[in-house]
C-alpha cells in the first residue's frame, strides 16, 4: 500500500456526528458560532495562552498581522520556511529581507543585525518542524531596534520552550491547523498574542472591521473559521495526547533504526517537542534524490520539505546570502510519519533508506 509522508487523523464519526448534530439543533454554521468559541478556550486553555483567535486557515493570520502591528517597507524573514512566509510578506506589499539560518534550522541572530536598515519595520521568523528559533536574542535585538515581532508557528501546536508554550513569544504568533497537521480542523489555524488592544486590533481584521453589527473598526478581511471546521478540532482535540504518544514512537523508532549516514536535526535545549515532524539531512542532494527513487518505487512517498529555499522563488531576490539554507533545502527531505504508520511499515522505509547509502 501507498505510503505518504503524512495522514489526517479523522476521528471516530459518530464523535464528528455529535458535534455536527449541535450545529444542526443551533442553526449556526459560521460568524463566531458556541463551537468555535469552545474550541478556543480549550486550545488557551490546554497551552496557557491568553488570547488566541481561530480562522479559516493558517495563512491569514500572517497576513491580518501584518496588517494589524501597520507594518512596511522591509521584513527580515528567513528563506527556510514554507512559502506563506514570504508570500504573505509580499502580498501585504512589504520586501522580504532575507537572513540565513544556522545549525537549528531557524534564522540567525548573529546575521539579523547587518541585514537592518531605516525601511527594516519587523522580523518574521519560523519555529522549524517545532524547533524554537533563538527567541531570547530575536527579542532583543527587536526591542533594540524597535522592531515587531510575528513567529510562523506553523508547526508549533503543543511545543514548549523554557517551561511555557512558544505561541507565547513575540508580538504574534501564527499556527497552521490544516490537515496535514498534528492538530487539525480539516483547514484552519490561528493567531495567539498577549497584548489585549493588538488582539482586539486583529480581531477586528479578521472580521471585516466589524464593531459590532453596523459599525467598522477599520478595514478588514474574512477569516473567521467555520462550526464545521471547529467541530472537526473539538473531535481531533479529544485524541491529541494519543496521537502525540503514536507519533512520539514514530520518532523514536527512526531514531534508533536510521543508519548515521543522515543527519538528524536537535532542538533547542529547553525544548518539549510535539513529534510533528521527522526530517533528515543527506550528505548530498545526489543522495537524497536516490533514496527518494528507491523509496518511490515501493510506494513510499516522504517530502523535499522545504525546497526550495524561498530566495529561489521568482518573486524574490536572491542575492548570495543564503548559502546554509540553500544548501540544507537541497538535501533534507521529511519521512512518512503518523499516528497509525505501523512497524512494519516504518521497517521498510528505514530499510531501504539503509540499504540505499
Known amino acids: 500500500m501507498r505510503i505518504n509522508v503524512t495522514k489526517p487523523f479523522f476521528p471516530p464519526i459518530e464523535e464528528y456526528q455529535n458535534y455536527l448534530q449541535e450545529i444542526w439543533d443551533n442553526s449556526w454554521l459560521t ?14 486553555s490546554r497551552m496557557g495562552l491568553k488570547y488566541l483567535v481561530c480562522t479559516t486557515n493558517g495563512t491569514l493570520p500572517i ?4 496588517k494589524a502591528l501597520e507594518l512596511k517597507g522591509e521584513i527580515i524573514t528567513t528563506p527556510f520556511s514554507y512559502v506563506a512566509t514570504t508570500s504573505s510578506i509580499c502580498w501585504e506589499g512589504c520586501t522580504p529581507v532575507f537572513v540565513d539560518i544556522d545549525d537549528s534550522l531557524t534564522i540567525d541572530p548573529a546575521l539579523i543585525e547587518e541585514k537592518i536598515t531605516e ?3 519587523a522580523i518574521l521568523a519560523t519555529h522549524v518542524f517545532g524547533n524554537p528559533c533563538d527567541v531570547v ?3 532583543a535585538i527587536a526591542k533594540k531596534y524597535d522592531l515587531k515581532v510575528i513567529y510562523d508557528a506553523a508547526h508549533c501546536f503543543d511545543v514548549e520552550y523554557k517551561g511555557q508554550s512558544i505561541l507565547n513569544y513575540g508580538d504574534v504568533s501564527t499556527v497552521s491547523f490544516h490537515a496535514t497537521k498534528l492538530f487539525h480542523t480539516g483547514e484552519g489555524g490561528c493567531w495567539v498574542t498577549s497584548d489585549r488592544e493588538l488582539h482586539d486590533k486583529l480581531y477586528y481584521h479578521h472580521n471585516f472591521g466589524h464593531f459590532g453589527k453596523e459599525n467598522f473598526h477599520g478595514i478588514g478581511i474574512n477569516a473567521k473559521m467555520s462550526e464545521l471546521q471547529a467541530a472537526m478540532g473539538l473531535a481531533v482535540l479529544t485524541h491529541i495526547d494519543s496521537i502525540k504518544s503514536e507519533r512520539q514512537r514514530c520518532v523514536e523508532y527512526y531514531s534508533k533504526n536510521l543508519s548515521n ?3 538528524v536535526l536537535e532542538l533547542r535545549k529547553e525544548t518539549k517537542p510535539n513529534y510533528h515532524y521527522y ?3 543527506f550528505s ?6 536516490r533514496v527518494q527513487k528507491v523509496l518511490a518505487d515501493q510506494l513510499i512517498y516522504p517530502r523535499r520539505y522545504f525546497y526550495p529555499s524561498l530566495d529561489n522563488l521568482p518573486y524574490t531576490t536572491n542575492d548570495g ?6 544548501d540544507i533545502s537541497s538535501r533534507i527531505m521529511c519521512l512518512p510519519l503518523y499516528h497509525d504508520l505501523g512497524t512494519k511499515d516504518q521497517e521498510r522505509i528505514v530499510g531501504f533508506i539503509n540499504k540505499s547509502l
Open 31 to 44: 460568524n463566531r458560532g458556541p463551537l468555535i468559541k469552545r474550541l478556543e478556550d480549550k486550545l488557551s
Open 63 to 66: 497576513q491580518i498581522a501584518i
Open 119 to 121: 525601511s527594516t519595520s
Open 137 to 139: 536574542a530575536i527579542d
Open 261 to 263: 549516514k543522515v543527519g
Open 279 to 281: 526530517p533528515v539531512i
Open 284 to 289: 548530498d542532494e545526489a543522495t537524497l534524490l
Open 321 to 326: 546570502s543564503c548559502p546554509v539554507s540553500n
